[in-house]
């Protein structure tokens, strides 16, 4: 099993192992609604191990499906990049993905994505949108 794809799954297995009163807000409902905090956590763990992450996000319309016609509404989602492949844990929220971890060169699912972002500084990230998990010790 490549070693990518065994530490996003064990990672992915934690977060639905924890009791739902004890996730942060935005992992409440995992995976759906969850991209962009699991997938910076993860990031945050295979830096750890020595690898290079990139935090992509992305943006697509998809059909609204609470209007009996065609109305569209643009939807996005967060995954990672790795030395050139897709990492994503939270894909299945999605009607078209039924992988629940993915970690592969190309898919045709990121494909239907426009994306908006390729970055990645944790410290600045984690400032900015979480600061609350951030331990500090005085």
């Known amino acids: 099993m490549d070693t990518l794809f065994r530490i996003s799954k064990q990672f992915r297995m934690k977060l639905e192992g924890l009791p739902t009163k004890e996730r942060p807000l935005e992992i409440m409902t995992f995976p759906s609604g969850a991209c962009e905090l699991s997938s910076v956590l993860l990031a945050n763990l295979l830096v750890k191990y020595g690898y290079k992450v990139l935090v992509v996000r992305g943006k697509r319309s998809v059909i609204d499906e609470a209007y009996s016609c065609e109305v569209y509404k643009e939807v996005g989602h967060t995954w990672l990049e790795v030395d050139g492949k897709i990492i994503d844990i ?30 990645f500084d944790m410290k600045d990230w984690l400032k900015e949108n979480y600061r609350y998990l951030i331990a500090t010790k005085r």
């Open 90 to 119: 939270t894909a299945d929220q999605f009607v078209d993905c039924e992988e629940a971890v993915i970690v592969s060169e190309r898919t045709i699912f990121h494909d239907s994505f426009e994306i908006i972002s390729k970055t």
